[in-house]
């Protein structure tokens, strides 16, 4: 086995516990080591992390109630200059493969905060455009949806539109809603993606969804921005 970022022979260590149903690294230790996890406290609402339980930003789309569709988001790794490019390289340059890298991050990092809603909620990727999709060969907020222990659906679709990473912050925030949505949903959701920068992603897909019978609009995100 080695790793999928330097390609360093990864040793597997075996215990009893493990024995039967091993955890197949991905990356090796010293890889792993710079994937960099948020700990300590996080803003409530969006997962930055600081010592504030709303940060300023969560504060100010808390004062626009209709905006605000997202009951929280909760991330699991800070973007540092490793995530980047990793991100970079499995997103824009088709290395689908890296993608198995956060298997188990995400699994973890899930349960423990939605293990409640386990039963009566469904994921919902971010959709990509048609061509977007096209031109990757994939999406990666469905590769992560597909992670999850609930059901998945692809119930949103979206339109054609300039990529959110070209936009600045008030642009995003400002940009017209490029989502509709297929069928209604009447259970709570969890919206998946691999990335929270503003939250405004997030929070035009959950207004769709709400406007159609969605009670709450939950997010899981790979990387808080």
């Not at 075996?14 to 700990?39: A, M």
């Not at 004062?63 to 980047?84: A, G, W």
């Not at 597909?146 to 949103?156: A, Q, R, T």
């Amino acid at each position: 086995m080695y790793c999928l970022w330097c390609s360093e022979p990864i040793i597997q260590q075996l215990t009893w516990q493990n024995f039967f149903f091993p955890d197949i690294k991905k990356l090796c230790v010293y890889c792993d080591s710079l994937l960099e996890k948020i700990d300590g406290d996080r803003c409530h609402k969006c997962s930055r992390q600081c010592d504030q339980a709303i940060c300023f930003d969560c504060q100010r789309w808390e004062k626009e109630k209709e905006r605000d569709t997202l009951v929280f988001n909760y991330s699991i790794f800070q973007y540092n200059i490793f995530m980047q490019e990793l991100i970079a390289k499995w997103k824009y340059r088709g290395d689908v493969e890296l993608g198995n890298i956060f298997r188990d991050a995400v699994r973890k990092g899930f349960t423990p905060t939605f293990a409640a809603m386990k039963k009566h909620a469904i994921a919902v990727p971010i959709p990509l455009s048609k061509d977007r999709e096209k031109e990757r060969g994939f999406n990666q907020a469905k590769i992560l949806a597909d992670f999850l222990p609930i059901k998945s659906e692809l119930v949103l679709h979206r339109m054609e539109g300039e990529k959110q990473s070209k936009k600045s912050r008030k642009e995003r925030i400002q940009s017209i809603n490029p989502f509709t949505i297929t069928k209604s949903i009447n259970k709570p959701v969890i919206l998946v993606d691999d990335i929270y920068t503003t939250g405004t992603t997030l929070r035009h897909a959950g207004k769709v969804l709400k406007e159609n019978g969605c009670p709450e609009v939950f997010g899981f995100t790979l990387i808080r921005g």
